[in-house]
């Protein structure tokens, strides 16, 4: 049996998004490369936005995604460490996957070392310059008071107007996010500033929607993670190395 060594990540799955052919085409798709790794992961980091949107209600959540939930089962069932971070699509996750998976949740930055390695990983929603309107809106969409107001909804209305909301966004569309010159990548700039502090050999995020590896010391790298909507990217770290890699790849 191979060596359980492995740290995985990934991040943007937005299932639920576009039709629901689509979203069950790209779950049977997570699963199969959930599947591919089973046997030398060691960590599993999912990074926000997994879901397209969720909210746990006391005794309800979001239909669906049975597969990929029974195959995250199957993982952690099998020793595999599970993170599950909060995006902004999927921010209002609380103790669902704690009770049922043995998840940990992870509500903004993660810093860890492994193998003599250190890594910051964050979704990356609300970090760096600019974007202050969404910087306010995140913090009211986190406050307990707007998830008491929201859990007050039916879930048939809560979710219906959720789903309206992604019909309508770029991703559910398959758009592209477009790339940027290095120094006007926002995620780019904040990786920067917290070098000036604190050293990471790898700062890792999702949010952005462009599989990315930029170089940003001798020392230091800055990934993104892509999406699984247009590029199926994930990172694995083999212990020496972070590599970012693309699962049944089509070329467009």
Not at 23 to 45: G, P, Q, T, Y
Not at 61 to 72: A, E
Not at 146 to 164: D, K, T
């Amino acid at each position: 049996m191979p060596t359980r060594n492995k740290l995985y990540f990934a991040s943007d799955f937005h299932l639920g998004a576009g039709s629901y052919a689509g979203s069950r085409e790209r779950e049977d798709r997570i699963v199969r490369w959930l599947d591919s790794i089973k046997d030398d992961a060691a960590e599993l980091f999912l990074m926000g936005d997994v879901f397209d949107f969720w909210f746990e209600y006391k005794t309800v959540v979001p239909r669906g995604y049975i597969r990929f939930l029974g195959k995250l089962a199957e993982l952690t069932g099998m020793g595999v460490k599970l993170y599950m971070f909060k995006g902004n699509h999927d921010m209002w996750m609380f103790n669902y996957f704690e009770k049922e998976l043995g998840a940990t949740i992870i509500s903004d930055e993660l810093k860890i070392e492994r193998n003599g390695k250190k890594f910051f990983l964050h979704h990356g929603d609300g970090l760096g310059p600019g974007d202050g309107f969404y910087k306010v809106l995140k913090n009211f969409f986190r406050s307990g008071f707007c998830q008491w107001l929201f859990a007050r909804l039916h879930p048939n209305l809560g979710v219906g107007i959720a789903n309206y909301w992604s019909e309508h966004s770029r991703i559910s569309h398959k758009k592209k996010e477009n790339p940027k010159p290095d120094e006007q990548e926002w995620l780019v700039t904040f990786c920067r500033e917290e070098l000036q502090t604190n050293f990471y050999d790898y700062l890792i995020f999702g949010h952005r929607h462009l599989p990315l590896d930029i170089q940003l010391t001798p020392q230091s790298r800055y990934i993104n993670l892509g999406e699984w909507v247009n590029y199926n990217t994930y990172a694995v770290f083999d212990g020496d190395n972070v590599t970012l890699e693309y699962f049944e790849r089509v070329d467009s």
